[in-house]
């Protein structure tokens, strides 16, 4: 999961911010945003705001990036060029000064994401295609054993694009800046690696024209003295049915490769995520849970025995439909599916992945905020006895028991909830007398 940064805050190259280790640990890292500060520097000569060159590092992830590559003339046509010109001189011909020799622009869009759990100044990136028949796959590294020899020289098969694995060092590459030159090249990360022919090669830039992703500089991981606090009851004075008050302690982004969703192996399911929804937001919210109520009998007892049974966590696909969820698999993806009974199944409502080091940070900051981990349901029982100096001296009407929620909330950029996760504090218990 990641936090943003504003990219005019690394413009003046400074070593320090581009070192910041990311804030919360494994599993988390940095997104960085175009700002209108770096917006009005990025831009092509200030006459085209839509496109912007972006000569140094670190590259933007609210942008689609173009990688362009111009090409030399190939030696071969050189060649034919001066045979040309020397054939035309003996015979006395004009040749026209042989073929032209022409120079070609090559294009590749993609998003570099930077790599989960890295500073910035690593340079290390997952390179995603945006658009052609790889689009929302990785580009790799092939091996040494990938080289075939042709023509008396070496060359090198790139590998294919393929589905994003966290643990694939192949799928990692680091970006080099070519001194001198606002360019650049990318090496790869595992020794014997070669990356695909259009990072390999020594002189690309990087622009963008006018796709832009909906990407805002507002999420800064957990805010903890917020979270500490807890949020207040609700309702209260007689309220027949309080509302909840629901406080988000938490704001992240997940790039699309995090997640997985059924058919999404299909190149047009592919490209149509791609265009709906590049980033997933991610909010973890706190409120309190009623486990129990009672009204009061005559006469009013001095105490309240409060029996009840609890689910400790409880996912839900599209914030609604419960949902079955499955170990990490092979694939390192954790899936959610709709429970056989719900109305999920009946309207045929798609399976979703997390990645492994998604759940893991979740589960991580959820044991960081005191939650124990536990299946199944758990058993309540406590006596709670009445709060005599807050009815100030009056009989009491009606208790209430209430636990405390952390839910971690995943939404598309259209702001549909993807998955919502429910995690109860059976430890963290508040009661209200009235």
């Not at 805050?9 to 209108?36: C, H, I, R, T, W």
């Not at 912007?52 to 060649?79: F, I, K, M, N």
Request: charged letters at 25%; aromatic letters at 8%.
């Amino acid at each position: 999961m990641y936090v943003t940064r504003r990219l005019s805050q690394y413009l003046d190259l400074n070593p320090a911010a581009m070192a910041e280790a990311p804030p919360e640990g494994p599993g988390s890292g940095f997104l960085v945003v175009v700002d209108e500060a770096a917006a009005d520097v990025c831009c092509c000569c200030g006459l085209c705001p839509d496109k912007q060159r972006y000569d140094a590092l670190p590259h933007p992830q609210s942008r689609q990036l173009a990688l362009s590559y111009r090409s030399a003339p190939h030696p071969a046509e050189t060649g034919v060029k001066v045979v040309t010109g020397i054939v035309g001189q003996l015979l006395g011909v004009d040749s026209g000064g042989g073929p032209a020799m022409r120079t070609t622009t090559e294009t590749d869009n993609v998003m570099l994401i930077p790599v989960v759990g890295l500073p910035l100044s690593s340079r290390r990136y997952y390179v995603v295609r945006t658009d052609g028949k790889h689009v929302r796959r990785v580009s790799a590294c092939s091996r040494e054993e990938d080289k075939t020899t042709c023509c008396f020289c070496t060359c090198v098969n790139d590998v294919p694009p393929r589905p994003f694995k966290h643990d694939d060092l192949y799928q990692q590459v680091e970006v080099q800046p070519l001194p001198r030159t606002r360019r650049f090249t990318a090496g790869a990360v595992v020794a014997g690696g070669i990356p695909p022919e259009y990072l390999r090669r020594k002189g690309w830039k990087v622009s963008t024209e006018s796709s832009k992703y909906d990407l805002a500089d507002d999420a800064n991981g957990v805010d903890v003295p917020l979270r500490r606090r807890t949020p207040d009851l609700g309702g209260g004075g007689g309220s027949t049915s309080p509302s909840p008050v629901v406080v988000v302690v938490g704001r992240w982004y997940v790039p699309f490769i995090f997640v997985r969703v059924d058919d999404d192996e299909r190149r047009r399911v592919r490209k149509d995520l791609v265009r709906r929804c590049m980033f997933y937001r991610m909010t973890l919210e706190q409120s309190w849970k009623q486990i129990y109520s009672c009204t009061r009998e005559a006469p009013a007892p001095a105490q309240v025995t409060v029996t009840t049974t609890v689910r400790r966590s409880e996912p839900r696909l599209g914030g609604t439909y419960p949902a079955q969820e499955e170990e990490v698999g092979a694939d390192g993806v954790k899936w959610f599916r709709p429970a056989a009974t719900t109305a999920a199944a009946a309207v045929g409502r798609r399976a979703l992945g997390l990645n492994v080091v998604v759940w893991e940070r979740m589960r991580r900051e959820l044991e960081r905020g005191g939650w124990v981990a536990g299946d199944g349901e758990e058993r309540i029982e406590r006596v709670e006895r009445c709060d005599v100096e807050g009815l100030q001296g009056r009989q009491w009407d009606k208790f209430e028991c209430y636990m405390l929620v952390e839910t971690f909330v995943l939404t598309r950029m259209d702001g549909s909830v993807a998955l919502s996760y429910q995690f109860i504090h059976t430890d963290k218990i508040r009661t209200r007398w009235e």
